[in-house]
């Protein structure tokens, strides 16, 4: 192909798009807009105390292993506390406790929540202040087997905590659909 200046400006505009589709996969794989994070380790033991580390915008999500040989309405202890990791981010807060039954089912728990946290009709519990750069806050100190739960004693379980936050900037209302701050 004998390049001449008809073919350049087709030439320019094909290695343009190649860039631009290079750089849009990498910051879609790259996660640069929302990122994940977490603990996906199944090694933490239920009773343990633990403490999760928060970023803005991101979901953190906490698995604990256990056995199904509990009682219905059973409290088991499990201190879970959360820290702001951001030096210069005030945070919305909200959790969702769940667990995977033998049956590939996910099952809704409740928890013994500590003070300023709410559960709502969605099933998250949201944390009615702003989370301060670098503050610590408990979020429960047991977790409740459910009723409805049908555990096998033989089993294991996987519990999972997640934990979603938000900058104070964003749009709350629009994106949860709750603002957990509004009465304070």
Same mark, same amino acid.
């Given at each position: 192909?004998?390049?001449?200046?008809?073919?350049?400006?087709?030439?320019?505009?094909?290695?343009?798009?190649?860039?631009?589709?290079?750089?849009?996969?990498?910051?879609?794989?790259?996660?640069?807009?929302?990122?994940?994070?977490?603990?996906?380790?199944?090694?933490?033991?239920?009773?343990?105390?633990?403490?999760?580390?928060?970023?803005?915008?991101?979901?953190?999500?906490?698995?604990?292993?256990?056995?199904?040989?509990?009682?219905?309405?059973?409290?088991?202890? @499990?201190?879970?506390?959360?820290?702001?990791?951001?030096?210069?981010?005030?945070?919305?807060?909200?959790?969702?406790?769940?667990?995977?039954?033998?049956?590939?089912?996910?099952?809704?728990?409740?928890?013994?929540?500590?003070?300023?946290?709410?559960?709502?009709?969605?099933?998250?519990?949201?944390?009615?202040?702003?989370?301060?750069?670098?503050?610590?806050?408990?979020?429960?100190?047991?977790?409740?087997?459910?009723?409805?739960? @049908?555990?096998?004693?033989?089993?294991?379980?996987?519990?999972?905590?997640?934990?979603?936050?938000?900058?104070?900037?964003?749009?709350?209302?629009?994106?949860?659909?709750?603002?957990?701050? @509004?009465?304070?």
């Amino acid at each position: 192909m004998k390049f001449s200046k008809s073919n350049f400006g087709w030439l320019f505009a094909c290695i343009g798009l190649v860039l631009l589709l290079a750089l849009s996969v990498y910051l879609g794989v790259s996660g640069f807009f929302y990122r994940t994070g977490g603990s996906y380790t199944t090694d933490l033991v239920l009773g343990q105390n633990i403490e999760a580390g928060l970023h803005k915008n991101e979901a953190t999500s906490l698995s604990l292993n256990f056995s199904g040989g509990f009682l219905p309405d059973e409290r088991l202890n @499990q201190v879970i506390s959360v820290k702001n990791a951001e030096e210069s981010a005030n945070l919305y807060l909200r959790a969702k406790v769940f667990i995977y039954t033998s049956q590939n089912q996910v099952e809704e728990l409740d928890v013994v929540q500590n003070s300023n946290w709410t559960k709502n009709d969605d099933g998250y519990f949201y944390y009615n202040s702003l989370v301060n750069p670098l503050e610590q806050i408990n979020f429960c100190s047991h977790v409740i087997v459910s009723n409805n739960l @049908q555990v096998v004693s033989w089993k294991k379980y996987i519990l999972t905590v997640v934990f979603e936050t938000l900058d104070q900037s964003a749009d709350i209302l629009s994106l949860w659909g709750v603002n957990p701050v @509004q009465n304070v």
